[in-house]
């Protein structure tokens, strides 16, 4: 069965001497939930932004419905389009109601019609609960809020796969748990999607294989339910364990 998205020996690095990347072979079937776990600095965000063009790779392939995406003539505006992303930071225009900053994409990049995509926008709106707020400004909204409106945006654009970049690590708990509640509706409704988060009880409830990085490889590839309870790896046992430290205090 071909992969939805995969990579083939990708390669990043920093001024050709420091390699943050080394050599990532991964992939991701329509409709399934990856999530990429890992301690921080280990190359998981890199790797995101690798997906869809925001860092330039220097070595291997990222390979999208079959076909190679990483040459010099690939128009990365159009890629995006199917690779949509949301970021620990909502990156909402603070002069523009969140109508108009989920509106803002289709309209400009896609050319569709404003009643269609106002239409799909106050659904979703609807749907996460802030169909109230589609003539708020960014200032007025909680952070919770604002990473859901992040969210709907990405979803307007129609992509075929997203990509969550630690959407949660920037939001008080109290809020973490309105925005995980979208993903794993998602993740229901069948959303193919890779996940960066330090959330391990999210983790296992969302995803369909874990992915676990450490000093830019895969360290080891299973179900959630082999990760969480038997990992192979003696350095994913040491991340569990100090999670699992972290969490009895």
């Known amino acids: 069965m071909q992969a939805l998205l995969e990579t083939k020996n990708l390669v990043k690095s920093y001024n050709h001497d420091h390699q943050i990347l080394k050599g990532i072979n991964f992939s991701i079937q329509k409709s399934e939930v990856v999530v990429i776990l890992g301690p921080s600095g280990c190359g998981?965000?890199?790797?995101?932004?690798?997906?869809?063009?925001?860092?330039?790779?220097?070595?291997?392939?990222?390979?999208?419905?079959?076909?190679?995406?990483?040459?010099?003539?690939?128009?990365?505006?159009?890629?995006?389009?199917?690779?949509?992303?949301?970021?620990?930071?909502?990156?909402?225009?603070?002069?523009?109601?969140?109508?108009e900053n989920i509106l803002l994409g289709p309209l400009k990049a896609q050319k569709r019609k404003k009643e269609e995509v106002k239409e799909q926008a106050l659904r979703l709106l609807k749907r996460v609960g802030l169909e109230d707020k589609k003539d708020s400004y960014p200032k007025e909204l909680s952070g919770g809020q604002k990473q859901r409106v992040a969210i709907i945006r990405a979803l307007c654009m129609n992509p075929e796969i997203m990509l969550f970049d630690e959407v949660t690590a920037s939001l008080d708990p109290e809020m973490v748990k309105e925005v995980l509640d979208v993903i794993l509706e998602?993740?229901?409704?069948?959303?193919?999607?890779?996940?960066?988060?330090?959330?391990?009880?999210?983790?296992?409830?969302?995803?369909?294989?874990?992915?676990?990085?450490?000093?830019?490889?895969?360290?080891?590839?299973?179900?959630?339910?082999?990760?969480?309870?038997?990992?192979?790896?003696?350095?994913?046992?040491?991340?569990?364990?100090?999670?699992?430290?972290?969490?009895?205090?």
């Open 44 to 99: 998981k965000s890199t790797f995101l932004r690798c997906l869809n063009g925001l860092e330039e790779i220097q070595g291997g392939q990222i390979i999208l419905d079959g076909k190679i995406i990483n040459t010099p003539s690939t128009n990365w505006n159009l890629i995006r389009q199917k690779i949509g992303m949301v970021f620990q930071s909502y990156d909402l225009f603070p002069h523009m109601n969140v109508l």
């Open 186 to 249: 998602l993740a229901k409704e069948g959303m193919s999607m890779i996940i960066v988060t330090h959330e391990l009880k999210f983790a296992q409830a969302v995803a369909d294989k874990v992915v676990f990085f450490d000093q830019g490889i895969i360290i080891e590839e299973a179900t959630p339910k082999e990760f969480f309870t038997s990992p192979k790896s003696e350095r994913a046992k040491k991340f569990l364990d100090m999670f699992n430290f972290l969490g009895s205090f």
